[in-house]
């Protein structure tokens, strides 16, 4: 029995990223908030210039999780480093180490990279997610906050430029 495998996110491995990527706004209780569509999907990965990477573990030609990140750049640090946007197993393939082996492939390639750190959101309701990302050694960055601007706040605020 072959063992899944991770590689880079192709242009055919879209549609199946594209439903992972609903199951997770399932998981994450916000079914109705992805508008993205595969299109949409496919150019952000694959257009010029790709506006984030992905990671898949597959299985033969079954895609069983994915990693979805882009760079970012710290003036603090002076380097680049990583966001994970997303982190999706599918349900019936966790606890066999996929999150983890995505994860630790995406530190690798941070590391290949010269990025000084690796950072991403999660749920505070999600609590398996949490003790998954504290056993990783992980730290929350409670003192900052996530703000948002969209709709017509981000529209009026481009206004005044």
């Known amino acids: 029995m072959r063992s899944p495998t991770?590689?880079?996110a192709r242009p055919s491995d879209v549609p199946a990223l594209h439903a992972l990527i609903l199951a997770l706004a399932e998981y994450e209780r916000a079914p109705d908030a992805?508008?993205?569509a595969a299109g949409d999907l496919?150019?952000?990965l694959f257009g010029e210039p790709p506006a984030a990477e992905a990671l898949v573990v597959v299985d033969g030609d079954r895609v069983l999780g994915f990693a979805l990140f882009f760079a970012t750049y710290s003036t603090w640090t002076g380097r680049r480093g990583l966001w994970l946007e997303d982190l999706f197993v599918l349900p019936d393939r966790r606890g066999e180490g996929l999150g983890r082996a995505l994860l630790a492939r995406?530190?690798?390639?941070?590391v290949e990279r010269g990025c000084a750190r690796l950072e991403w959101n999660v749920l505070d309701w999600n609590e398996p997610a949490l003790a998954f990302y504290r056993s990783l050694g992980a730290q929350s960055l409670a003192e900052w906050t996530?703000?948002?601007?969209?709709?017509?706040?981000l529209a009026t605020l481009a206004r005044w430029a």
Request: glycine fraction near 4%; proline fraction near 0%.
């Open 6 to 8: 991770i590689r880079f």
């Open 106 to 110: 995406l530190a690798a390639l941070a």
């Open 34 to 36: 992805v508008r993205a």
């Open 146 to 153: 996530v703000h948002r601007l969209d709709g017509e706040a």
């Open 42 to 44: 496919s150019r952000a």
